[in-house]
Nanobody, 117 residues
């Protein structure tokens, strides 16, 4: 079955860094666009970053541009999100998302990121 397993979340001070990882299985990872979303308490889930199948193109929400970097390793079926200069407003549950070539969406269980002093 399809699995997306996120890891790397935690508590970090403002200005710090975290690296999230998502391990994928059960579908053709290399043919799927990958995304990171986040959802803060009381807010809607928002798109943070996207990366195309081969990793040649990336896009970011304005709020994280210049601070976050999405990358993927198709040999290892993983996608990562490097988060630098973290701010309290980055606090959220972060979700890995896959969009298959047939248009099916898959979600991970989420990993909590808390930015606080």
């Amino acid at each position: 079955q399809v699995q997306l397993v996120e890891s790397g979340g935690g508590l970090v001070q403002p200005g710090g860094s975290l690296r999230l990882s998502c391990a994928a299985s059960g579908f053709t990872f290399s043919m799927s666009a990958m995304r990171w979303y986040r959802q803060a308490p009381g807010k809607e889930r928002e798109l943070v970053a996207t990366i195309t199948r081969a990793g040649g193109s990336t896009n970011y929400a304005d709020s994280v541009k210049g601070r976050f970097t999405i990358s993927r390793d198709n040999a290892k079926n993983t996608v990562s999100l490097q988060m630098n200069s973290l701010k309290p407003e980055d606090t959220a549950v972060y979700y890995c998302n896959a969009v298959s070539p047939t248009g099916r969406w898959y979600w991970g269980q989420g990993t909590q990121v808390t930015v606080s002093s």
